[in-house]
Antibody, heavy 120, light 107 residues
Framework: QVQLQESGPGLVKPSQTLSLTCTVSGGSISSDNYYWNWIRQPAGKGLEWIGR???????KYNPSLKSRVTISVDTSRNQFSLKLSSVTAADTAVYYC????????????WGQGTLVTVSS | DIQMTQSPSTLSASVGDRVTITCRAS??????LAWYQQKPGKAPKLLIY???TLESGVPSRFSGSGSGTEFTLTISSLQPDDFATYYCQHYKSFSETFGQGTKVETK
């Protein structure tokens, strides 16, 4: 069974770039059966899809975040990453990585989530 | 962008109750709708996809229906493990969009 684990700094200063990595185990990130996604959730609030990447390198981003988001894949490490630039306190949230089936489209497997706080 | 609106935001119910949550899309999304359950401090869990198909391992008391712009999630007999927050999601789209969530709490 595929497992995902987020990692990265828990504290980021305003105006800096948030960087997170999702390590995939039990499956290959090079598989053409999956999309690799990032989702976030501010405390006490709902889920917001950030974006996704396919092994071809093709990406789709939430239009509201598109200008600040980059998602990339590192096949050698079986990881994919999120970079969110020019962060503010509004970007404080639990960030999840998740796998979506290429054909199903649903978010079938999720990481446990990692809290990122934006504060000076 | 397609907006997803859930109602109610909070639902108070008792064990054994029949519970219904509604999700409305701002335009037709065919049946590209999923439902997720989230418990505090945990990642969401897929319950239903394609509007009405139960994910493997999900109890049969959960069911989904609808197409186009109006969808429902029904729990036929609420169990203690079902108190959680439920989200609908439009997927297979340019921008995958979640509803704002419905918290099912104890009456």
């Amino acid at each position: 069974q595929v497992q995902l684990q987020e990692s990265g700094p828990g504290l980021v200063k305003p105006s800096q770039t948030l960087s997170l990595t999702c390590t995939v185990s039990g499956g290959s990130i090079s598989s053409d059966n999956y999309y690799w996604n990032w989702i976030r959730q501010p405390a006490g609030k709902g889920l917001e899809w950030i974006g996704r990447i396919y092994i071809s390198g093709s990406t789709k981003y939430n239009p509201s975040l598109k200008s600040r988001v980059t998602i990339s894949v590192d096949t050698s490490r079986n990881q994919f990453s999120l970079k969110l630039s020019s962060v503010t306190a509004a970007d404080t949230a639990v960030y999840y990585c998740a796998l979506a089936g290429f054909w199903s489209g649903t978010l079938d497997y999720w990481g446990q989530g990692t809290l990122v706080t934006v504060s000076s | 962008d397609i907006q997803m609106t859930q109602s109610p935001s909070t639902l108070s119910a008792s064990v054994g109750d029949r519970v219904t949550i509604t999700c409305r899309a701002s335009q037709s999304i065919s049946t590209w709708l999923a439902w997720y359950q989230q418990k505090p401090g945990k990642a969401p869990k897929l319950l239903i996809y394609k509007a009405s198909t139960l994910e493997s391992g999900v109890p049969s008391r959960f069911s989904g229906s609808g197409s186009g712009t109006e969808f429902t999630l029904t729990i036929s007999s609420l169990q203690p493990d079902d108190f959680a927050t439920y989200y609908c999601q439009h997927y297979k789209s340019f921008s995958e969009t979640f509803g704002q969530g419905t918290k099912v709490e104890t009456k």
